[in-house]
């Protein structure tokens, strides 16, 4: 089945570790997005991509990294820099532009740090 | 820098009862509007989306919304909600024709009373 795929379900890391979260998406879309969920926060954007080996900050970018050497894998990589890294982190991906480019989501990483 | 809006955090709704939750954006022009939802630890599922032409727009589950631009709102709207909709629904805008990413509303949970 087309779709996306994040792993693992569940991330527990002790603090001062970098973690690196997998997003995967078999849908041939061409941007890809990074979204980190707080509860009564909504979603804020992290990183995302237009293109292979291209990527841009999105709102709160401190204390993350990616990568995008593949058109099919987004990896986020949390930092020991990011002060507060606990959180449900979405992966999503979409066409270029233009109409009938909706995001479309994984399941979700929750990563807890201890 | 565009912004959303939700300003129910929580809704109670009895099984049968009809539903409307809100949705305002700052943007300077008519942004690409969406509803999502998400069941608790899961992802997000994309509902419905508005990007120009009829202003009533029908979604999956029996969803629709409503964009007025004079209000700057894109209200969803169900006319007799099921016990299963309980749930975070998600407002979201996105620049037109563009790959950078959603701006989200900080969500509004949704109960269902028997």
């Known amino acids: 089945d087309g779709g996306i795929t994040q792993s693992p379900k569940y991330l527990f890391r002790k603090e001062g570790q970098n973690v690196t979260l997998s997003c995967e998406q078999n849908?041939?879309?061409?941007?890809m997005y990074w979204y980190r969920q707080d509860p009564g926060q909504g979603l804020r954007l992290i990183y995302y991509?237009?293109?292979?080996?291209?990527?841009q900050k999105g709102d709160i970018a401190e204390g993350y990294s990616v990568s995008r050497e593949k058109k099919e894998s987004f990896p986020v990589t949390v930092t020991s820099a990011q002060k507060n890294p606990t959180a449900f982190y979405l992966c999503?991906?979409?066409?270029?532009?233009?109409?009938?480019?909706?995001?479309?989501f994984g399941q979700g990483t929750r990563l807890t740090v201890v | 820098a565009q912004s959303v809006t939700q300003p129910d955090i929580h809704i109670t709704v009895s099984e049968g009862a009809s539903l409307e939750l809100r949705c305002n954006y700052s943007?300077?022009?008519?942004?690409?509007l969406f509803w999502y939802v998400q069941s608790p630890g899961q992802g997000l599922q994309l509902l419905l989306k508005?990007?120009?032409?009829?202003?009533l727009v029908q979604g999956i589950k029996g969803f629709e919304a409503e964009f007025k631009r004079s209000q700057s709102s894109f209200n969803l709207r169900k006319p007799s909600v099921h016990w299963s909709d309980a749930a975070e629904y998600f407002c979201?805008?996105?620049?037109?024709?563009?790959?950078?990413?959603?701006?989200f509303g900080k969500g509004t949970h949704l109960i269902i009373q028997p």
């Open positions: 999503a991906s979409g066409g270029q532009g233009g109409v009938n480019t909706e995001a479309f």
């Open positions: 991509s237009q293109i292979v080996n291209d990527f």
């Open positions: 943007y300077g022009a008519t942004p690409y």
């Open positions: 508005y990007f120009s032409g009829d202003t």
């Open positions: 849908l041939n879309h061409d941007a």
């Open positions: 979201a805008v996105r620049r037109p024709r563009g790959a950078d990413g959603l701006t």
